[in-house]
């Protein structure tokens, strides 16, 4: 797993780790509770994979932060308890847009 920050966004990447092993390395950061997250996945998920970052994502939404998740493909239509883009521009960009509504109180 690689860890960077980017515009003051924790970006985690999988590297070669499997999936596993990068859920439980995530979920062991605590540095990340008061950051926007971004986790890079890079290859595709399903909501099986999206369920086990509730707890960690739950974290960050309790002290006002944002996370997404970057996959080549998302999930369907409905609504995600965390959001699914495919690049991490469009995260970075998501991140900045949850941060004016919080900014403007929506």
């Avoid at 797993?1 to 515009?7: A, N, P």
């Avoid at 086990?52 to 996370?67: L, T």
């Amino acid at each position: 797993m690689e860890l960077r920050e980017e515009q003051g966004v924790l970006i985690f990447e999988k590297q070669a780790d499997s999936f596993s092993e990068f859920i439980s390395k995530v979920n062991n950061q605590s540095i990340a509770l008061d950051k926007n997250v971004v986790l890079v996945v890079n290859e595709s998920i399903d909501e099986n994979n999206v369920s086990v970052f509730e707890s960690f994502a739950s974290k960050i939404k309790q002290n006002n932060q944002s996370i997404v998740i970057v996959a080549p493909t998302t999930i369907g239509e409905e609504e995600q308890s965390i959001a699914i883009v495919p690049t991490v521009q469009e995260a970075l960009d998501f991140i900045q847009m949850e941060e004016i509504e919080r900014d403007l109180g929506f």
